[in-house]
């Protein structure tokens, strides 16, 4: 079975500019959670979507936003990106939202802004 | 505040060796641990996880330990492999949100 799979797995962009990254969970998999990962550090929770609701948010300003499909896949928006969202972006996927269980991340799209 | 740690950013390993990481977390309403091996180019994998009724799960060559009364989380490596090295976060959830609090990782080496 294919797990989580992320595109694109690389992306250089400038300050300013606008990125969508995208997600498709595993099969069966509700649930989509984003974190971003800079170099050194653990990934930094920044939504999770079930059902196509927003159902988390972390401490990320109004720059960031996302949305899932019906397909359950989702996207990852950033308007105006600065030198600091230079990262590793994770999407995550898990079978339900509600219930204690791990969940499964794709390798990431990494960002690298100019 | 919510925060998860690692009491050391590196641990070096001779091969075949038992690996101790540990970990700790400050909020005492975490009811769910994780913990997850990243390796370069890769996202986190899934380990072990543990429930906070529980103190102790054990998996193929793993161990995880929980200790609530000192917040502290522990994986315990056994026989460790030149492909255990990796870097490895504790992770923890409250309640059923799904979000999960990482720590910043602790590096595993292992010398053949």
């Known amino acids: 079975d294919a797990g989580v799979t992320q595109s694109p797995t690389h992306l250089i962009k400038t300050r300013g500019q606008h990125v969508t990254l995208r997600c498709s969970p595993i099969s069966g998999h509700k649930s989509v959670s984003w974190y971003q990962q800079v170099l050194g550090q653990g990934p930094q929770f920044i939504f999770q979507?079930?059902?196509?609701?927003?159902?988390g948010r972390g401490n990320f300003p109004d720059r960031f936003s996302a949305r899932q499909f019906p397909n359950y896949s989702s996207e990852l928006n950033v308007n105006a990106l600065l030198l600091g969202d230079s990262a590793l972006y994770l999407c995550?996927?898990?079978?339900?939202?509600?219930?204690?269980?791990?969940?499964?991340f794709g390798d990431g799209t990494r960002l690298s802004i100019l | 505040g919510e925060s998860v740690g690692l009491h050391l950013p590196t641990l070096s390993v001779q091969e075949g060796d038992n690996s101790i990481i540990n970990c700790a977390y400050s909020?005492?309403?975490?009811?769910?641990f994780i913990w997850y091996k990243q390796e370069s180019g890769k996202g986190p994998q899934f380990i072990i996880d543990?429930?906070?009724?529980?103190d102790k799960r054990q998996g193929q060559r793993v161990t995880v330990l929980l200790n609530k009364t000192v917040k502290h989380l522990s994986l315990q490596i056994a026989a460790t492999q030149p492909g255990d090295s990796a870097v490895y976060f504790c992770?923890?959830?409250?309640?059923?949100?799904?979000?999960?609090?990482f720590g910043d990782g602790t590096t595993l080496t292992v010398k053949p």
């Open positions: 543990i429930r906070s009724n529980m």
């Open positions: 909020n005492s309403a975490s009811d769910y």
């Open positions: 979507y079930y059902e196509k609701e927003e159902r």
């Open positions: 992770a923890e959830n409250i309640g059923n949100a799904g979000k999960s609090t």
């Open positions: 995550a996927s898990s079978r339900d939202f509600g219930s204690n269980q791990p969940q499964h």
